[in-house]
């Protein structure tokens, strides 16, 4: 396939963390073929996590549960010369093939009469390989593009906050009365899925004994639904008062990030921000960054499970397994960097 000068769109509507782990192959894309224009088509709650990104040209997004809110990408979509849907959206594919974009390519869903509307339909599958999920994502783009990517899968990116977002942070920091130069451990214990989230009492022992044990205070961030259950773990607390940019600039500036499998850890894997992640119902090889990251899952035999399973589980022993000494452990091992700056705080 010639991709000089052509245009591609690229759909998904995943979450924070599925998004950041497509950058390695859409920065390897465009690093063999410059001239290729790059269209990344996210839901509008998480669309913010490319912008600014240089290597993607444009981000463009739907915005779900609202009149149309689909339909206002379609300018973007009839510009284009290649639209690949990552997951499936079928009023998308139906408004490609009827505004002639020649090469519509993507994951069929079994069954599903608007099928033969892709150009070419696409077997790999984030959610059904072994392997890292970056990785797979450029096998995906591989397949669809026939085209042959190199370089490193396991570094990615996120957009960056601007002097407004920090300054907004500073703001937020002082509202809970901490110093702004303070240094603190970030805890993010809530996950989209509720069977994910680490339980109050064992993040609420955790935050007790870091600041005992190491003087630094844990700050508590999540969606503002968890706001009673963030103040019963700590006096700092921020449940939705962040908008993902400035998320991202309080993983910037923690010393530790302490959080299940979800956005906030592949956050601070782009980052470079050491992350202990919690893993329940999936597992580390696939998802958990491959740099300062040090994972605490249970192996549990039925892992890894999908999420229906998972909100019928009797006991989620997976997360609800994981204890507060474990992770204190983990801190603890001294070839964590993250330590040697705590200690330099501590001593």
């Avoid at 990517?149 to 300054?167: A, F, I, Q, V």
Wanted: with cysteine.
């Amino acid at each position: 396939m010639i991709l000089d000068h052509k245009k591609l769109l690229i759909s998904s509507c995943a979450g924070l963390g599925d998004l950041i782990m497509f950058t390695p192959a859409i920065r390897a894309l465009k690093e063999k073929i410059p001239t290729l224009k790059i269209t990344f088509m996210a839901s509008e709650k998480n669309a913010d996590i490319l912008r600014g990104i240089p290597y993607i040209d444009k981000v463009v997004c739907i915005r779900r549960g609202k009149f149309l809110g689909r339909y206002r990408v379609l300018p973007d979509i009839v510009r284009q010369d290649i639209v690949l849907f990552t997951d499936w959206q079928p009023q998308l594919l139906l408004a490609a093939k009827l505004s002639c974009v020649k090469d519509r390519m993507g994951i069929p869903k079994p069954g599903h009469s608007l099928n033969t509307y892709f150009t070419k339909m696409l077997t790999v599958n984030v959610m059904k390989s072994p392997e890292y999920a970056a990785v797979t994502n450029a096998r995906l783009f591989m397949e669809a593009l026939d085209v042959e990517l190199e370089g490193d899968m396991t570094r990615c990116d996120s957009s960056l906050p601007n002097e407004e977002n920090r300054k907004r942070v500073d703001e937020l920091v002082k509202s809970i009365g901490m110093p702004v130069e303070q240094p603190y451990v970030l805890l993010t214990p809530f996950a989209g899925l509720e069977q994910r989230n680490w339980p109050v009492s064992a993040a609420a022992e955790f935050a007790g004994r870091v600041e005992a044990e190491y003087g630094l205070p844990v700050l508590v961030a999540g969606p503002e639904e968890w706001e009673k259950d963030a103040k019963k773990i700590s006096r700092y607390s921020l449940p939705g008062k962040t908008s993902t940019l400035e998320l991202v600039e309080l993983i910037r500036r923690a010393k530790l990030l302490v959080t299940p499998d979800s956005g906030p850890m592949h956050i601070a894997g782009a980052l470079g921000v050491p992350v202990i992640p919690l893993f329940s119902k999936d597992l580390p090889s696939r998802w958990a960054p491959k740099h300062n990251c040090y994972p605490i899952t249970l192996n549990m035999p039925c892992a890894p499970c999908d999420d229906a399973t998972a909100r019928t589980c009797a006991t989620v022993q997976c997360m609800r397994g994981i204890t507060a000494a474990m992770v204190m452990n983990e801190m603890k091992n001294n070839r964590h960097e993250w330590e040697r700056i705590c200690h330099a705080y501590c001593n």
